[in-house]
């Protein structure tokens, strides 16, 4: 029923719209209520109302039931006041004055405020504002995308759903259809009642009728068992159990063709990734190869295993550790895994000797490399496959140290290939009962301390590899397990040799037990059973899968229920340690960093605190910085003059060979009585001494003074006040490196050889110059013998007379006696100054007897010892007389000495030495500038090679607190770097 309500001033228009719309209401049974302002207006209303409606009531006004409001003029009629409404709501009719009134306000507010435009601004605004707040919720909300893999999508409900329904119908139409069988089961119920209330008492019938349950039924119960298995149409055991194998059987086939559907659709998907990897590959855009996660994982534990090879609890990032008594098969479940025979093989030897860590990735190829090395080893060729596995075995046999059989020095290697699931294994020597004849008596302990040591990582998996083939307490592994994982919380268990338990007729029951960890005093997350091979070495991962296939599905283990589906095969296997294995990682990684980033901090503190001016340089940068000083070095031997060099040769020359000129050559030729004899003893010696000795020597001289000089420029800068000694021993050992490995042309001895022969032969002394510089040349050698004559018969003789008063000194009775040995065989000289350089028989005899009268007992020896040092200082202070008096004798020379008397032919042979001396030098300057200045600089840099090389060496040379911290400084930094950038990564993939 509509309610048409008129309300307001109606002026005298109204009258004509109000009648005709009280009509037009009033043929579709319509009421009117009228409202007005005015009695008068009312009552003309009432009267037009009263006409066309017989019943008339007042009725309240309910604002939710208005539906549309019409204006309308006092001076003209635009359109009718009341519309037809073609749906029940009301329709209220205003006055124009109030609707006017109500109209202007509004507008005018709205105009002024634009009320369309701030609630537009307000809604947008606070909508952002209400999703801001929402986004800052939802960060305290947990990650709840794990459930995705366990609750399916809206998309597989709907099928289901679907799938439910047409079973529903596709059931009812088949009870429609099988309508007859309904009829003839009510037909035959009958004559089944009578037939069991005939052969059994009466309450079986009437329970078995009408449901009764009371407790005859047991006994009816039996009473019809024993019938049924007394009649020959109730044996059905063996029909149950036809239907159970046949329902077992079903259920295989159904499980194999699940298998091989999803090995087919993985064959397609590691196809099509291996194209799109291949495709990019061949593209001509250059770009930056983005590492795979395993392959960053794996370089964050690489950087771990040398900064802490000691697996201490700092290093806490997860791993698949695979432990196992030795042959129990733990390499061949590792080999399954990865898909291709990568490791040596023995039998019943010990062929795991150290650590292997192996990370598994996927890619288009089937290669594997070693961490150092750059050479790739093709998995799908035997070739490949043999020369991976000797570099295996080479490797542990290297890492093993003398009298020792394992080493705790880990190889790094990665797999990659399609399908591979990608963790990090770590492949650890397996455990032995008895140390044999060959290990090392520390064996077995040195096999437990390892696998505890890479098992104490709380976060580490543990692959536990247990023989099935062997009695279970023979089992030394899964003690250790069991006490550094006793929940079972990260542990994995793996019976192998499955094929050869089944054989054995091994009691299935007691499998059971193991693989529902019943047996062993240990707990896993999982237990799985697999076969990794039937004994042959040379069988491929394909055929050792296809046997494994072929037997898990005939297995009588299955089919009895001992082993489950899902605890069957390698593939299940490693698709387990793979999900554990990356859950695991996802959980510790970011607890590792923090825990780095505060090592960092810490040692960064440390450093500001020590080393405030000195700028952090690791062990590689300060021994490039070193290695730049030692070259630059080198290279200022060049800044050597030629003259500076002759002068150095020309010292060490003389240095060198002096006491041999005077000792050998000089002294013994001047015992000569004329000058003839004298030359003619000065050429032979000289002759000798320059085919055989001298020019070793000099080569010998040129090589000690050019290492001299180079040390001189290494080290002259120790002495300053801001000297770093760091480099002390690098630059130390450099020098020694190089010594070792330098040596002199030699051609150069040979060409030195013909030089001084000639130069040495020729006797001449061409004008005044020459000769005033041999004078000069043989005074400061004499000079210099002299001093060094005195010196030593002052220390045989004592302090002096004068030094005695002076310096409070005082004479031992050895210098006593030496004093009056000398006094006493200087008389010698008084009596013949010509005196040759030993003493006779005779004056033995008469020096000893002088010396007896005054109490001084003595022997010849001491004599002749005594005698040896007065008579080179006797001669020595001759020769420089000489020497002073034939500087005016060049006159002389030229002329022969016949008329004046004076014998100068020592000045001839120190001008022969001096001239000598002078060329063998220049010749030595050329050898070092032409040709031993380069070859050292190359000795320098391989020597510098080799130590950059030899680490261990270096950390020796190159050590200290300052260098330890920069080291440790360094690597933290690596370490938290790469494990950012993996979480960076790993938050991208999730």
């Not at 202007?104 to 605004?125: P, S």
């Not at 961490?371 to 000797?390: G, V």
């Not at 005779?842 to 007897?849: G, I, M, P």
Request: charge should be positive.
């Amino acid at each position: 029923m509509l309610t048409v309500l008129l309300r307001g001033h109606f002026g005298p228009y109204c009258g004509r719209c109000v009648k005709k719309s009280v009509a037009v209401a009033h043929k579709r049974d319509l009421h009117v209520w009228l409202r007005t302002q005015t009695s008068a207006n009312t009552a003309v209303l009432r009267n037009i109302v009263s006409k066309t409606q017989t019943h008339r009531q007042i009725l309240a006004l309910q604002p939710r039931n208005v539906y549309q409001i019409c204006n309308f003029s006092a001076l003209r009629i635009a359109r009718p006041i009341l519309r037809a409404p073609s749906s029940p709501y009301k329709v209220i009719v205003f006055s124009q004055r109030d609707m006017s009134v109500i109209g202007r306000l509004a507008g005018g507010f709205g105009r002024f405020l634009r009320v369309r435009y701030l609630i537009l601004t307000g809604a947008v605004g606070g909508g952002v504002a209400v999703n801001k707040k929402i986004d800052s919720w939802k960060e305290y909300f947990p990650d709840l995308d794990w459930m995705k893999e366990y609750i399916p999508e809206s998309e597989a409900l709907s099928q289901l759903a679907s799938s439910i329904r047409n079973f529903a119908k596709h059931t009812m139409e088949t009870n429609e259809q099988m309508s007859w069988l309904k009829t003839k089961l009510s037909d035959n119920k009958k004559a089944v009642v009578d037939w069991l209330s005939q052969h059994s008492p009466p309450d079986l019938g009437s329970t078995l009728v009408e449901g009764k349950t009371d407790a005859n039924v047991s006994t009816t119960t039996a009473v019809f068992g024993e019938a049924k298995a007394t009649g020959a149409e109730y044996s059905s055991d063996s029909t149950d159990k036809k239907r159970l194998e046949r329902v077992q059987g079903e259920m295989m086939e159904v499980q194999l063709r699940y298998q091989k559907e999803i090995e087919r659709l993985e064959k397609d998907n590691r196809e099509l990734r291996k194209q799109l990897l291949l495709r990019e590959q061949k593209s001509g855009k250059k770009r930056v190869m983005k590492k795979s996660l395993i392959d960053m994982y794996s370089e964050v534990l690489d950087d771990l295993n040398v900064y802490d090879s000691s697996y201490n609890t700092q290093d806490n990032l997860p791993r698949v550790v695979v432990v196992g008594d030795q042959s129990s098969g733990k390499t061949s479940v590792l080999e399954m895994i990865a898909q291709a025979r990568i490791f040596p093989r023995g039998s019943g030897e010990m062929m795991t000797r150290s650590p292997v860590k192996v990370t598994l990735s996927e890619g288009p190829f089937h290669v594997a490399k070693f961490k150092d090395s750059n050479r790739e080893f093709d998995l799908t060729k035997e070739s490949d496959l043999a020369a991976l596995r000797r570099e295996v075995e080479l490797r542990m046999k290297a890492s093993v140290q003398k009298g020792q059989t394992v080493s705790n020095e880990c190889i790094s290697m990665s797999v990659a290939g399609p399908g591979l699931q990608r963790m990090v294994l770590v492949d650890l020597p397996g455990i032995i009962s008895t140390v044999t004849t060959g290990m090392a008596p520390d064996t077995k302990d040195s096999i437990k301390g390892m696998c505890k040591s890479h098992m104490e990582n709380p976060n580490s998996i543990i692959l536990c590899i247990q023989d099935g083939s062997l009695d279970a307490e023979r089992s030394n592994v899964t003690e250790l397990v069991s006490q550094m994982d006793p929940q079972g919380k990260r542990t994995i268990f793996v019976l192998t040799k499955v094929d050869l338990a089944e054989s054995s007729l091994y009691n299935p029951d007691r499998i059971k037990s193991i693989l529902e960890g019943r047996l062993f005093p240990m707990q896993a997350l999982g237990y799985f059973a697999v076969v990794t091979g039937r004994g042959n070495t040379n069988d491929s991962i394909a055929s050792i899968k296809d046997y494994e296939d072929r037997f898990f599905r005939n297995s009588r283990l299955f089919k009895d229920g001992v082993l489950k589906p899902t605890q069957m095969t390698t593939q299940n296997l490693s698709m387990a340690v793979s999900d554990i294995f990356w859950k695991m990682v996802k959980e510790t990684v970011e607890q590792q960093a923090d825990a780095f980033k505060a090592t960092r901090f810490n040692l960064e503190t440390e450093w500001k605190n020590t080393f405030p001016r000195i700028r952090e340089l690791d062990r590689t940068e300060l021994f490039e910085k070193a290695r730049g000083e030692i070259l630059d070095e080198v290279i200022n031997l060049s800044q050597v003059t030629p003259k500076q060099w002759e002068n150095i040769f020309y010292k060490k020359l003389w240095e060198k060979n002096a006491t041999h000129v005077l000792e050998n050559i000089y002294l013994p030729a001047a015992q000569a009585e004329n000058s003839g004899t004298f030359n003619t003893a000065v050429d032979i010696k000289l002759k000798g001494w320059a085919d055989v000795q001298l020019p070793k020597r000099c080569v010998e001289v040129g090589w000690e003074t050019l290492h001299e000089e180079f040390q001189k420029l290494v080290g002259r800068d120790q002495d300053k006040k801001h000297h770093d000694d760091i480099f002390n021993q690098l630059k130390s050992a450099v020098i020694e490196g190089s010594k070792e490995r330098h040596k002199w042309d030699e051609k150069a001895e040979q060409s030195l050889r013909v030089i001084q022969v000639n130069i040495l032969e020729d006797r001449s002394v061409s004008d005044k110059r020459h000769w005033d510089s041999a004078i000069k040349f043989m005074e400061d050698t004499l000079k210099e013998k002299l001093k060094q004559s005195e010196d030593s018969l002052r220390k045989l003789t004592g302090p002096s007379t004068t030094e005695q008063w002076m310096y409070w000194q005082r004479q031992s009775q050895d210098n006593k006696d030496r004093s009056a040995a000398k006094s006493e065989l200087e008389k010698l000289f008084h009596t013949d100054p010509q005196h040759k350089s030993h003493l006779s028989g005779d004056e033995l005899t008469t020096a000893r007897k002088n010396l007896q009268s005054y109490s001084i007992d003595v022997s010849n020896d001491f004599i002749r010892e005594t005698w040896y040092h007065v008579f080179r200082l006797n001669f020595f202070k001759k020769a420089l007389y000489q020497a002073q008096q034939c500087k005016k004798g060049f006159y002389y020379y030229q002329r022969g000495f016949s008329e004046s008397g004076l014998e100068c032919h020592d000045v001839v042979l120190f001008w022969r030495l001096l001239r000598m001396l002078e060329v063998t030098s220049n010749s030595l300057r050329q050898q070092v500038v032409n040709n031993e200045a380069r070859r050292l600089e190359r000795i320098i840099k391989d020597t510098l090679e080799d130590l950059g090389e030899d680490k261990e060496r270096l950390e020796k040379l190159l050590t200290g607190r300052r260098v330890l911290l920069a080291e440790e400084l360094k690597k933290v930094r690596q370490i938290q770097d790469r494990l950012e950038e993996f979480i960076q990564a790993l938050n991208k993939e999730k």
